[in-house]
């Protein structure tokens, strides 16, 4: 079974510019989650995503956004990227996303580096 | 808010010795507890302890749950150089509301095997 899997893998852009990543779950997984490491704050939960929408959401700015689409593919878009946005964005997939049995995989990031 | 403590921070030891690794949290309605080994990509998971399943074993690697105590161990024995890494602790609250989808993730322990 394939694994999750994250697009692109690096990315470098530019304050001020936005940023789309996109990640797919593990197959008949219907729960992404997207989380933010960085040196400094650890692995840090974005939002997460069921069946197209947005049940949980960490704190993070509005600049931060996400969506599910209907193979539970999800994209995370990030806008007016600031220095501190430099990070690697992980996201992770599990069955429901409701605990107990299920477990979260992860994929293997995208190291986003804003200049 | 959700709360998970590592220690050692970092930890140095050579082939052949055991090591323990120690994670304690702060959850509301806690429902399970992820140990993930990260190398140079992402985290991988290890195990999942749950009020039903306090211990877990795989190889040289185990993992323990006191919930009296609200804290889990790791142990790996016999450590290989394979076994450099971080190790993460996260802890799952119960389903619903805030909680779908998220992890909390504790600072993570820097595990160095040298041959």
């Given at each position: 079974k394939a694994g999750v899997t994250q697009t692109p893998r690096y990315l470098i852009k530019t304050r001020g510019q936005q940023v789309t990543l996109s990640c797919s779950p593990i197959s008949g997984h219907r729960s992404v989650s997207w989380y933010q490491q960085t040196p400094g704050q650890g692995l840090q939960f974005l939002f997460e995503y069921f069946s197209e929408t947005q049940r949980n959401k960490g704190n993070f700015p509005g600049r931060f956004s996400g969506r599910q689409f209907s193979n539970s593919r999800s994209e995370m878009n990030v806008s007016t990227l600031e220095?501190?946005?430099?990070?690697?964005?992980?996201?992770?997939?599990?069955?429901?996303?409701?605990g107990g049995s299920y477990e979260q995989y992860f994929g293997p990031g995208t190291r986003l580096t804003v200049t | 808010e959700d709360k998970v403590v590592q220690s050692p921070l970092s930890l140095v030891v050579h082939e052949g010795d055991t090591v323990t690794l120690n994670c304690s949290y702060e959850v509301t309605n806690f429902r399970s507890l992820l140990w993930y080994k990260q190398e140079k990509k992402a985290p991988t998971f290890l195990f999942m302890l749950t009020s039903s399943g306090i211990e877990k074993k795989s190889g040289r690697l185990s993992s323990i749950l006191d919930k009296k105590e609200l804290s889990?161990?790791?142990?790996?024995?016999?450590?290989?150089?394979?076994?450099?890494?971080?190790?993460?602790c996260a802890v799952e609250p119960s389903a619903g509301g805030t909680s779908y989808g998220k992890l909390t993730f504790g600072q993570g322990t820097i595990l160095t095997v040298h041959p």
């Open positions: 220095l501190g946005d430099s990070a690697l964005y992980l996201c992770a997939s599990s069955l429901t996303g409701t | 889990s161990i790791l142990n790996i024995t016999a450590t290989q150089t394979g076994d450099s890494a971080i190790y993460l």
